[in-house]
């Protein structure tokens, strides 16, 4: 079993659609929680990270952890075309020297419809 | 701040030969990760430096794989003996160490390796 389970997806919406993407983990020790939106034959860009259980918002994006039940969510409200990407959630534990060593989920592939 | 630049962005080479992809992090940022993603699935982390030091090596990592931080700047990450089995994104990452709270990891845009 992975440490880091997401709903893999693809996942079609039309504009204007709010759009919920999520994942569990096993992990204890996971600290930090991060979201992360790549697009084709791209790097990652981080969106919003956290570190507590509760929400996070930030524009049209807001970041869900629930430390109890090891699932944390993205929501995205009035989703775009130019939101199509793929979003990976990402959880960290520390490395030595205290950087942070990233666990991702497998992605979930999302394109908004105009 | 140009981002975490790699260089080539992509790479097609036989089974069996020698590959090395260089990364230039952003800036002043003295943490630098090297991570590799396959098709469908998210990143995995393979290793990391702090200043020229490497710190850490997953298990991924295998004798065929070396990596070097000379002078903390730049990075090189080397595959020896190719395998086919080595296709996939090798992303690089970098980020500056303020505290445990305040350590965002930028990523680089990949350099595509295709193991023929």
């Known amino acids: 079993q992975k440490e880091v389970e997401q709903d893999p997806g693809p996942l079609s919406v039309p504009e204007g659609a709010i759009v919920s993407l999520n994942c569990t983990y096993s992990?204890?020790?996971?600290?930090?929680f991060m979201w992360y939106r790549q697009y084709s034959r791209k790097g990652p860009e981080l969106l919003m990270y956290?570190?507590?259980?509760g929400n996070k918002e930030d524009g049209r994006f807001t970041a869900q952890v629930d430390k109890s039940s090891k699932y944390i969510s993205l929501f995205i409200r009035d989703s775009q075309p130019s939101d199509s990407a793929t979003y990976l959630c990402?959880?960290?534990?520390?490395?030595?020297?205290?950087?942070?060593?990233?666990?991702f989920g497998s992605g979930t592939q999302l394109t908004v419809l105009p | 701040d140009t981002g975490v630049s790699q260089d080539p962005r992509h790479k097609i080479t036989k089974r069996g030969q020698n590959v090395t992809f260089r990364c230039d992090p952003i800036?002043?940022?003295?943490?630098l990760y090297w991570y590799r993603q396959t098709l469908g699935q998210g990143p995995e982390f393979l290793t990391y430096?702090?200043?020229?030091?490497?710190?850490?090596k997953s298990r991924l990592l295998s004798d065929r794989f070396s990596a070097e931080r000379p002078k903390g700047s730049f990075s090189t990450l080397e595959i020896q003996r190719t395998e086919q089995g080595d296709s996939a994104m090798y992303l690089c990452?970098?980020?500056?160490?303020?505290?445990?709270?305040?350590?965002?990891?930028?990523f680089g845009e990949g350099s595509w390796l295709t193991v023929v």
């Open positions: 992990n204890s020790a996971f600290q930090y």
């Open positions: 990402a959880m960290s534990t520390l490395l030595l020297g205290s950087a942070r060593q990233l666990t």
């Open positions: 990452a970098s980020s500056l160490a303020r505290g445990p709270r305040e350590d965002t990891i930028y």
């Open positions: 800036s002043e940022h003295n943490r």
């Open positions: 956290t570190y507590s259980s």
């Open positions: 430096f702090q200043n020229e030091a490497q710190l850490e």
